[in-house]
């Protein structure tokens, strides 16, 4: 079986060493040897790859001798013309670009369908944690209620810093930055619409039908301050960017990419630095817990291989692993949703405020940290639609909110 | 596409719920729908039961019908042969049964190799949590260097209760055998048996070739005391009954089902109750943690089904699934390995006991504890191979031990 990548960066290149060393024990449930014939970039290559170069993709599309395309190219065009050119010429595609499947991923499946053979996209959710086949396949039996997962390792070492290191959002960033787990341009880790197309992705999964990006409430970390991470940390939680989706009684989606409190006894609050990890209810196996690394040229490349085989071993379509077209009605307005939220503002006359805020709640709580300012002030509110206690936020007479996060 | 159930207990009768309530959803990537005809067992079974109940296993053998056998007897004996008789009828397989797995998979496989069928026992392993399927297939482009996990939910029960609510060892136990975690005899459970069995499978899994129970050292968790529990927390770790398996640079395999001491940021440290968790270690991606119910009646049913799913889609052997023979000469003699143990015992005469501890070992940390007796007292040693360390207890002078635990 001859194999074509589409992209040759960090990913692309992964894949082509493991498939170029790979040994007989990995390809040992397939017919075949499985081989690279063609990788497609424009960029100069190394000689090694060089001899396999070419820029034209109806050169894959025509060979009969390709069974499986990675693309490994990122962004929608043209990766999406080529995927589904390939499709469409009788190729499974195995890709590993978020943004592609959470955009075009029910069309692409339309087109797998029509040609019967596969796409998968293992290696866009979490890297090398087998998160989607999971889903799919391992709890098959299940109906998915909900998940929730850090998924983002950019945004979640910055917060792991501000944690343990007490440094500061800004701080944390440059570092980040200089290890190299930030672009120069951060903005979608840290603006959270990187984790936001993994929630999308999960969404659809998880829930059986397409949810897109722009329909997933998405807020960033970067109006978390060291002050939260100290207030947060004096009840024993901690602050994490959690993508979540939940299937609600009325059959409505809530799906919501933001920063949230977490529970110090949850396992999700001990991922720490650029790991990802996404917890998962079903309603036979209960809760399950996957972790590891998000990110990382092996672990991605990796996931994109096991992709390969199963189309190698199965190149058919398989419906299994696919969801149906989505309506703009399936997501809740995120701020219908029941939570409590984390408060913390700035306010003129503090005996008044106080006064206020428990006029406003049923039930508050107050936090307190070392050293903070007279009129600093951060509490906990009861659990009630988001709307409403944004309301009461709102109406709290000399109060100015500086950080709202919702409560787990 | 029928499927036959052999064994109608607690797991049996889950998936045959599980089957007959399943929506098209859950067969969709199957070709047809899937049903129970036969359920072989010979107890009394409820009337809705009744009606597809059968004693004589050639009934499912002779049935062209019937294409997946479910074997959830438990046991070797008759399972073993009953499992073989569908095989070699050209029927897929799927237990349950760690003990069949542990003790006879290799020759299973070789039976669904030869009549080209499917053999699977997700389940056998963790319940709930597709630790199995993730080793065979969402990391199949890895080389598994090590795992190590906590596979009985009973014994973990037990050291919970023992750690968090300071509980006596007996007083845990008793507690699980009121809440339905522990049997009448639960030798199995505590004694490391059934923790074993599932190390031998995911040894067997991970390093491709069969490793037996008997090949694997095993000890229980009924010598951990109290005592223990409060001298591992005053450096915060937790004890912890781990199954662990490593591919060693000379081939070898190490492989130990027994108590250790785990240090209190490493996230087995965190898996409380009856739950299961394993940690593993790949070329590729890195360390991956997989968490949920280790039992459990739905959640061990829908394991079951998950591969019954399988076996529907893809009813050919796989030998991405499956492992080759092994010889008496994979494992390494478990005290051949380098190790630091955590050791506790009695004393005559305490400073002439420490000044022979210290004498004996190139590296030694004391221990305390509140309201320890003047007589006990507690250490840990340097990483060193286990034999010499054994041995170096041996010649401590005065000194009589009373647990002697691995450090991680």
Known sequence: MKIAIMGCGVVGSGVYEIVRDMSERLYKGCSDEISVKYILDKKNLDEEKKALQINDINIIANDPEVGVVVEA????????????????????????????????GEELFEAAKKNNVSFRFGASVCGGIPVIRTLFYGLAAN????????????????????????????????LAQ??????????????????????????????????????IR?????????????????FGAKIKLIGRGKRLENGKIYAVTAPAVIDGNDLISGVEGVFN?????????????????????????????????????????????????????????????????????????????????????????????????????????????????RTAIDFIDGFTPATVIRVN
């Open 73 to 104: 190219m990122g962004g929608i065009n043209p990766a999406f013309d080529f995927c589904l050119k390939c499709l469409n010429s009788g190729k499974s595609v195995v890709s590993s670009n978020k943004q592609l499947v959470a955009e075009k």
């Open 277 to 389: 990890a996404v917890k998962i209810k079903g309603n036979k196996v209960g809760e399950v817990f996957l972790y590891g690394p998000g990110a990382g040229k092996d672990a991605t490349a990796g996931a994109v291989v096991a992709d390969v085989l199963d189309c190698v071993r199965a190149p058919g379509f398989d419906s299994t692993y696919s969801w149906k077209n989505g309506t703009k009605n399936d997501v809740l307005k995120f701020d219908e949703y029941e939570t409590s939220l984390y408060v913390r503002g700035y306010v003129k006359d503090k005996n008044r405020a106080v006064s206020a805020i428990r006029e406003n709640f049923d039930e508050v709580k107050f936090l307190s940290r070392n050293n903070a300012p007279e009129n600093e002030i951060a509490f906990l509110t009861e659990k009630k639609k988001e709307k409403d206690l």
């Open 178 to 215: 200089e290890n190299g787990y930030a672009e120069k341009d951060p903005t979608d880790d840290i603006e959270g619409y990187d984790a936001a197309r993994k929630t999308a992705i999960l969404c659809s999964v998880c829930f059986g039908k397409h949810i897109y990006p722009d329909e």
């Open 218 to 234: 998405t807020e960033g970390i970067t109006g978390i301050s060291s002050e939260d991470v100290e207030y947060v940390d004096s």
């Open 143 to 174: 109906d998915i209620s909900s998940f929730e997962g850090i998924l983002n390792g950019t945004s979640n070492f910055i917060l792991t810093k501000m944690i343990k290191d007490k440094m500061t959002n800004s701080a944390a960033l440059k």
